[in-house]
């Protein structure tokens, strides 16, 4: 059997519900099926918050995800996230992913605020609607279970960027310590390019760096996120396929 590849260009940037969006569109994952997912995490209140709904960019079809999670103040540490997770109905794949992702996660932050990982108040990307994008998208990814995954060098700009702690030059500081060994270009334009979430995710599901790979494509889906970036292609193209020789 052939090597499968999961490929992803992602010419505006990333974040944790595009990554969501592809993986769904790809694994064939209906509305019942990512309600499904929630349900495996044992929080009722996300049953059906989450909808990947058809959007465009320009005149061209995409996807994309409307979430509509509920207002959650909850400042959870690593041990509470780390405990969501083992009480799941996620397979123990899923789990063991999922945990190296906030564990990534918390590590960034940790350096960012110069304490120790397991202090950090997951105050934004601890909200229910992060753990959703993490968890779902490492579930989705062990069900597809590519040989490789192989995704693009990154954009980044500059600008800025708001969050909890004020505003900040991007990229915010969580993702520029998550950047650590990933290839990055410039681009033109200004803002928020890549999440904290979608950077972890990467990292956590064993995402290579670099160009297309050999690859017949089988399925093709394009995802677009909640901002759109002047002066750039907009959206990320998700590619499943399997590997063939150049030969």
């Given at each position: 059997m052939a090597d499968t590849y999961l490929v992803v260009r992602a010419p505006s940037g990333l974040s944790g519900d595009m990554l969501l969006t592809g993986l769904a569109r790809l694994s064939g994952t209906d509305q019942a099926g990512l309600d499904a997912l929630c349900g495996d995490l044992g929080l009722p209140q996300l049953h059906g918050r989450a909808r990947i709904v058809p959007r465009a960019v320009s005149g061209i079809a995409g996807w994309g995800l409307e979430s509509e999670p509920p207002h959650d103040h909850a400042h959870r540490h690593l041990p509470?996230?780390?405990r969501i997770i083992e009480e799941s109905a996620l397979t123990p794949r899923a789990k063991e992913l999922s945990r190296a992702a906030f564990a990534l996660l918390a590590q960034a932050e940790a350096s960012v605020h110069g304490i120790d990982a397991s202090h950090v108040h997951f105050h934004e990307v601890g909200a229910l609607d992060s753990i959703m994008d993490?968890?779902?998208s490492c579930?989705?990814?062990?069900?597809?279970?590519?040989?490789?995954?192989?995704?693009?060098?990154?954009?980044?700009?500059?600008?800025?960027?708001?969050?909890?702690h004020g505003l900040l030059s991007a990229p915010a500081p969580a993702s520029l310590k998550l950047l650590e060994g990933v290839p990055v270009y410039g681009i033109d334009s200004s803002g928020e390019t890549l999440t904290p979430t979608a950077l972890t995710l990467l990292k956590a599901l064993g995402a290579q760096f670099g160009p297309w790979p050999p690859v017949v494509v089988e399925r093709q889906e394009r995802v677009y996120g909640s901002r759109v970036l002047p002066g750039v292609p907009n959206g990320a193209v998700f590619v499943?396929?399997?590997?063939?020789?150049?030969?």
């Open positions: 509470d996230i780390e993490v968890c779902l579930a989705l990814f062990d069900r597809l279970s590519p040989s490789r995954f192989v995704c693009g060098p990154l954009p980044v700009c500059d600008g800025t960027v708001r969050c909890a499943w396929g399997s590997a063939h020789s150049l030969a």
